[in-house]
T-cell receptor, first 118, second 111 residues
Framework: GAGVSQSPSNKVTEKGKDVELRCDPI?????LYWYRQSLGQGLEFLIY????????KSGLPSDRFSAERTGGSVSTLTIQRTQQEDSAVYLC????????????????FGPGTRLLVL | DAKTTQPPSMDCAEGRAANLPCNHS???????VYWYRQIHSQGPQYIIH???NNETNEMASLIITEDRKSSTLILPHATLRDTAVYYC????????????FGTGTRLLVSP
């Protein structure tokens, strides 16, 4: 089936504006993750959703960042009042989410959204 | 998560085997070794993972030492399209497990 999809693929915005990034996980996957990758840096975990449980927001860098997952599928990452340091590639991943074995928790990544804040 | 150590870069001739090492000396008994790669401007791609035994799939082979303190990812016949950054990650197998990516090994496959 189709992999993880993300939109838009690229986003250019002005400092201070709000942006919304969308992620469509693999069909049937109940776990969804957001990461970001700044230029020349490794991946940084942001937030994790598992089914109907409260999300793990421990990686969000500030209260300007928030994420929702509606209907247990599509997720939207929102960045309010964007700053230049928010410029990065935002990556979404999903996994089956049963939590019972390593095989079933393999995370599959989307192509990412490249965000540039001017 | 246990930390991993990888060489920053490696070169390989097209058609030859690429052997990418990873040290994970503090790995615990229930932690798996995962390998991902990231081709320029793309999202990370899952390659393979293992616990104790050697594993093989259509992409690569994973050799884990008996003491589990190190492993080697083998691309048997490297192609130019295998040029990427390869990440070795150690993580548990229950509940929520975020992936902690280090700096990886930049593999350059040349003609």
């Amino acid at each position: 089936g189709a992999g993880v999809s993300q939109s838009p693929s690229n986003k250019v915005t002005e400092k201070g504006k709000d942006v919304e990034l969308r992620c469509d996980p693999i069909s049937g996957h109940t776990a969804l993750y957001w990461y970001r990758q700044s230029l020349g840096q490794g991946l940084e975990f942001l937030i994790y959703f598992q089914g109907n449980s409260a999300p793990d927001k421990s990686g969000l860098p500030s209260d300007r960042f928030s994420a929702e997952r509606t209907g247990g599928s599509v997720s939207t990452l929102t960045i309010q009042r964007t700053q230049q340091e928010d410029s990065a590639v935002y990556l979404c991943a999903s996994s089956v989410g049963t939590g019972t074995s390593g095989s079933q928790e393999t995370q599959y990544f989307g192509p990412g959204t490249r965000l540039l804040v001017l | 998560d246990a930390k991993t150590t990888q060489p920053p870069s490696m070169d390989c001739a097209e058609g030859r085997a690429a052997n990418l090492p990873c040290n994970h000396s503090t790995i615990s008994g229930n932690e798996y070794v995962y390998w991902y790669r990231q081709i320029h401007s793309q999202g990370p791609q899952y390659i393979i993972h293992g616990l104790k035994n050697n594993e093989t799939n259509e992409m690569a082979s994973l050799i884990i030492t008996e003491d589990r303190k190190s492993s080697t990812l083998i691309l048997p016949h490297a192609t130019l399209r295998d040029t990427a950054v390869y990440y070795c990650i150690v993580r548990g197998n229950t509940g929520f497990q975020k992936l902690v990516f280090g700096t990886g090994t930049r593999l350059l496959v040349s003609p």
